[in-house]
């Protein structure tokens, strides 16, 4: 079964510390990864995406993430945080089993791991 | 172009009451999904459909009823509410699979009294 483990529950960081973010995914197939992130008070915003090529992929706001397929972990990074970016980060995978063909089975949603509460203290 | 509409915002309800979340796309993407979100479970799916007259249960779906009769509409209904539905709710759309991504609403949050 498709699965989703983000490891670190709640990061404290302060301002300028570099931010690394553990996710973990359990599927055989070929794999499609997000990185979402949730401002408080707010709905999930797309950080980045990952679906084929460069493993390293950069998003907004200075992230990047790095797909690793003999670990299956797709971890998200940042160099230097800000207090801006205190928010909720979900790591993501597309559920797949009966769905359209075309899409290699996606049914359309997502699996999304428990998710990782960064606080950047200033 | 608004995206994925979700109303009402805030909602309480009594216990035994029945209500509908609205979520809306205008899009036309095929692909809808809603989901609960609940403090160190992170989101998880309640219902979802691959397109107009098809849905199909998540991974809690008890409780909740859809439907889907036309590509831009997909609510959510509670039949009973209880306690344990207390949550903030999102409402997803995507197309071709999610390949280029999905799309959330701003969410409902619920509280069951």
């Given at each position: 079964?498709?699965?989703?483990?983000?490891?670190?529950?709640?990061?404290?960081?302060?301002?300028?510390?570099?931010?690394?973010?553990?996710?973990?995914?359990?599927?055989?197939?070929?794999?499609?990864?997000?990185?979402?992130?949730?401002?408080?008070?707010?709905?999930?915003?797309?950080?980045?995406?990952?679906?084929?090529?460069?493993?390293?992929?950069?998003?907004?706001?200075?992230?990047?993430?790095?797909?690793?397929?003999?670990?299956?972990?797709?971890?998200?990074?940042?160099?230097?945080?800000?207090?801006?970016?205190?928010?909720?980060?979900?790591?993501?995978?597309?559920?797949?089993?009966?769905?359209?063909?075309?899409?290699?089975?996606?049914?359309?949603?997502?699996?999304?791991?428990?998710?990782?509460k960064l606080s950047v203290k200033p | 172009n608004a995206g994925v509409t979700q109303t009402p915002k805030f909602q309480v309800l009594k216990t035994g009451q029945s209500m509908t979340?609205?979520?809306?796309?205008?899009?036309?993407?095929?692909?809808?999904?809603?989901?609960?979100?609940?403090?160190?479970?992170?989101?998880?799916?309640?219902?979802?459909?691959?397109?107009?007259?098809?849905?199909?249960?998540?991974?809690?779906?008890?409780?909740?009823?859809?439907?889907?009769?036309?590509?831009?509409?997909?609510?959510?209904?509670?039949?009973?509410?209880?306690?344990?539905?207390?949550?903030?709710?999102?409402?997803?759309?995507?197309?071709?699979?999610?390949?280029?991504?999905?799309?959330?609403?701003?969410?409902?949050?619920?509280?069951?009294?």
């Open positions: 079964a498709q699965s989703v483990s983000q490891h670190n529950h709640h990061v404290i960081l302060s301002e300028a510390a570099s931010l690394e973010l553990g996710c973990n995914y359990s599927y055989g197939g070929t794999v499609n990864l997000f990185w979402y992130v949730q401002y408080p008070g707010q709905h999930l915003q797309l950080l980045l995406k990952y679906f084929s090529g460069d493993p390293l992929v950069k998003g907004i706001k200075g992230f990047e993430a790095e797909f690793i397929k003999s670990k299956f972990s797709f971890n998200l990074r940042k160099p230097s945080v800000q207090w801006s970016d205190t928010a909720e980060y979900f790591c993501a995978l597309p559920s797949k089993g009966h769905g359209h063909q075309d899409y290699g089975g996606s049914q359309g949603n997502l699996i999304f791991g428990k998710g990782t | 979340l609205q979520c809306a796309q205008d899009m036309n993407h095929e692909y809808m999904s809603w989901y609960r979100q609940d403090p160190g479970m992170g989101l998880r799916l309640i219902h979802y459909s691959v397109g107009a007259g098809i849905t199909d249960q998540g991974e809690v779906p008890n409780g909740y009823n859809v439907s889907r009769s036309t590509t831009e509409d997909f609510p959510l209904r509670l039949l009973s509410a209880a306690p344990s539905q207390t949550s903030v709710y999102f409402c997803a759309s995507s197309s071709q699979g999610g390949i280029y991504g999905y799309t959330f609403g701003s969410g409902t949050r619920l509280t069951v009294v």
